[in-house]
């Protein structure tokens, strides 16, 4: 699997916000949490597609790495995977560190979301 690029070394440009937020019901998307690998999984079908590795420490959820199989890079799958996971960080009442490049650039495009970040 390889990263999605932008400004920092990892890429997030408008088509990929685009597709990110359209969205597709054709399409069998989800974001689970596998906390036995800690990390969580964007899942097409029977298919991994991405994944963001992260930390768990006391008060808050480190995310530290986002990749997408370069078979689905351009669809806006990262987006829609960080979406996921806030999601459910959301969903739990926990804070989250952006250690990942791309996590912070979402978040920086995403401001409604800068809650979640802790301290």
């Not at 739990?92 to 809650?115: N, Q, W």
């Amino acid at each position: 699997m390889m990263g999605v690029h932008d400004a920092e070394g990892w890429r997030m440009d408008a088509a990929d916000e685009r597709a990110a937020t359209a969205g597709d019901p054709g399409r069998d998307l989800r974001v689970v949490d596998n906390p036995q690998a800690s990390r969580y999984e964007l899942w097409l079908g029977a298919t991994r597609a991405g994944v963001i590795q992260y930390r768990s420490e006391p008060g808050a959820i480190l995310l530290v790495h986002t990749e997408v199989d370069p078979a689905f890079e351009g669809q806006g799958l990262g987006a829609r995977l960080v979406a996921g996971a806030l999601d459910d960080l959301r969903a739990r009442g926990r804070k989250l560190v952006p250690m990942c490049p791309f996590v912070r650039t979402y978040l920086r495009r995403h401001p409604e979301d800068a809650d979640l970040v802790a301290g």
